[in-house]
């Protein structure tokens, strides 16, 4: 396993790391999640990403599980603030109140001191941003989050926020976690280059768009038992990648992989991590050996002409 530094901080991140979105406290039994997590670890996976909505916090509770056996300063957890945790109007966002709340419903949750890296979920239109930020940095102050990350902002509120953190000297945003693989580069134009100028790493989420650039997929309407497709709470997520361009594009791509002697998934993920400014890809597994799979991608180098030629057939309708 290879690792990046965070940003511009001194935290070293694997450059595959393990999410829980649809997948622990849920979609995937807590046995085989737990299992899944110690594979991870084995494999030099340092860095587990959750958030408090995911099934509304029992993937917490499970990640918190599996990881309290293993030494506190070996691994990196982040999780996040924003999604509604209940029907009560302060039960969402990002407003002070929410913020702190929450913190320490998610440190209950997964049995921890403090956490790695705290996302802002997405952004709240709700709030002012000077309210979130000067929680977020307190939090840090209060040695309960060591490092502030963002997820889902457009490059103008990234801005904003490190305008206001350099006006007020407030600890700055060190990752963004955002949509990124083959079929979706819009961080691309204005997200990577804002972030490269100010410290900030991409920790990217659905890097295989949710097992399609994996070739889990041969047509639309085939969903292969077992699959994410095939399950009624995760199929909604996968159906807005299952479309007949983008699996004409997957195979256009399977030669490829082949001759460089990788699976679809590992040249997608080694195409995700050529970006310098990659921290990380997240992937979601519910089985150790899709983990074992994976970060084979870790260290993987494609060659120039062959990343021209994959630019082609991406651009293609």
């Known amino acids: 396993m290879n690792y990046r530094r965070l940003g511009n901080s001194g935290l070293k991140v694997s450059e595959i790391s393990l999410g829980s979105w649809l997948t622990y406290g849920g979609y995937v039994g807590r046995e085989e999640a737990i299992s899944t997590i110690d594979k991870a670890y084995e494999l030099g996976i340092n860095f587990f990403d959750t958030a408090n909505i995911y099934m509304k916090g029992?993937?917490?509770?499970?990640?918190?599980?599996?990881?309290?056996?293993?030494?506190?300063?070996?691994?990196?957890?982040?999780?996040?603030?924003?999604?509604?945790?209940?029907?009560?109007?302060?039960?969402?966002?990002?407003?002070?109140?929410?913020?702190?709340?929450?913190?320490?419903?998610?440190?209950?949750?997964?049995?921890?001191?403090?956490?790695?890296?705290?996302?802002?979920?997405?952004?709240?239109?709700?709030?002012?941003?000077?309210?979130?930020?000067?929680?977020?940095?307190?939090?840090?102050?209060?040695?309960?989050?060591?490092?502030?990350?963002?997820?889902?902002?457009?490059?103008?509120?990234?801005?904003?926020?490190l305008s206001i953190m350099d006006k007020y000297l407030l600890h700055r945003i060190v990752a963004n976690q955002p949509l990124y693989n083959m079929f979706a580069r819009e961080i691309e134009k204005e997200i990577i280059p804002l972030c490269e100028r100010n410290g900030i790493g991409q920790v990217v989420y659905s890097p295989l768009a949710q097992g399609v650039l994996a070739g889990k997929y041969r047509t639309v309407n085939e969903a292969p038992a077992g699959s994410r497709a095939a399950d009624k709470r995760g199929n909604q997520t996968v159906k807005s990648w299952l479309k007949e361009e983008n699996l004409h594009k997957v195979e256009r791509l399977r030669p490829i992989a082949e001759e460089l002697g990788l699976s679809l998934a590992q040249l997608a993920l080694a195409w995700t991590l050529r970006q310098p400014n990659v921290s990380s890809a997240i992937i979601g597994a519910s089985v150790p050996e899709q983990v074992e799979h994976n970060v084979k991608a870790s260290g993987m180098t494609i060659p120039d002409e062959t990343l021209a030629t994959i630019d082609k057939i991406l651009e293609q309708a």
Not at 99 to 107: G, R, T
Request: proline residues 4%; negative net charge.
């Open 58 to 161: 029992e993937a917490e509770k499970v990640v918190g599980e599996a990881l309290r056996k293993y030494p506190r300063e070996s691994y990196v957890l982040a999780t996040k603030v924003w999604g509604p945790m209940g029907d009560r109007p302060n039960d969402r966002g990002l407003s002070r109140k929410h913020i702190m709340e929450q913190c320490e419903a998610s440190l209950k949750r997964l049995g921890l001191d403090y956490i790695d890296v705290y996302y802002c979920h997405a952004f709240d239109n709700d709030t002012p941003m000077e309210e979130t930020l000067r929680a977020m940095d307190d939090l840090v102050r209060q040695g309960k989050v060591l490092y502030v990350g963002i997820s889902n902002w457009t490059a103008a509120q990234i801005a904003e926020a």
